[in-house]
């Protein structure tokens, strides 16, 4: 339902009602049509006569046409099947790809959280392993360069969590767009697009 959102999908939606209306137009000119039609005007000889009741004149009837056989008629409705057809086809692609997107934005976004969390549990163990390299540093049981690796590990492991939570926040916008975006659980627009509105497994 999220994705129906997608410009690409209505767009190819409308095409596919306007194609599927044509073939009832072009079928309806094999049908006999009924009007009704009306005229109403003035005629005198004399100009200064055109105000008297007897120079009005009008018509009214109804006027009924029937088709013959003619086989442009035929040919116009079999392409305007064939141009629904058409219509169906694209529709049909621009969903699959849609959803497509969607999948790939979706195993994105969730495949990184799971990573940010193994990079957030390494980083801990990283700065428990400095704790205690400082600890024998003062003891006297290991030299300063072990404490400077242990440093040195925690800092990369940092820079990997907060490279995590950036791509995490990129592949939740692009999660956004593959889903149409600005939409929220009451269909208002999201306050903080840090934060999915709808959990993107839910839209999975």
């Known amino acids: 339902e999220l994705a129906h959102r997608r410009p690409d999908i209505r767009r190819a939606e409308a095409q596919l009602h ?92 969730e495949a990184e959280q799971v990573r940010l969390k193994a990079l957030e549990r390494a980083a801990t163990a990283n700065e428990h392993s400095l704790s205690l390299a400082q600890q024998r540093y003062r003891a006297g049981l290991s030299s300063f360069l072990d404490v400077l690796d242990a440093e040195r590990r925690l800092y990369a492991s940092q820079t990997e969590v907060a490279r995590s939570s950036v791509t995490i926040r990129t592949n939740l916008v692009a999660l956004y767009k593959a889903l149409g975006g600005g939409w929220n659980a009451d269909g208002s627009a999201p306050a903080d697009a840090a934060q999915p509105a709808v959990q993107p497994v839910a839209a999975k």
């Open 18 to 109: 306007a194609a599927t209306a044509n073939i009832g137009v072009a079928t309806a000119d094999l049908y006999p049509k009924l009007q009704m039609t009306g005229s109403f005007g003035l005629q005198a000889l004399r100009f200064n006569k055109l105000g008297d009741w007897g120079s009005k004149f009008y018509n009214f009837g109804p006027s009924l046409s029937i088709p013959v056989f003619n086989g442009t008629t035929y040919a116009n409705i079999d392409v305007q099947e064939v141009r629904q057809k058409e219509a169906a086809l694209e529709y049909k692609t621009t969903v699959l790809s849609a959803l497509h997107d969607v999948e790939n934005s979706v195993s994105s976004y």
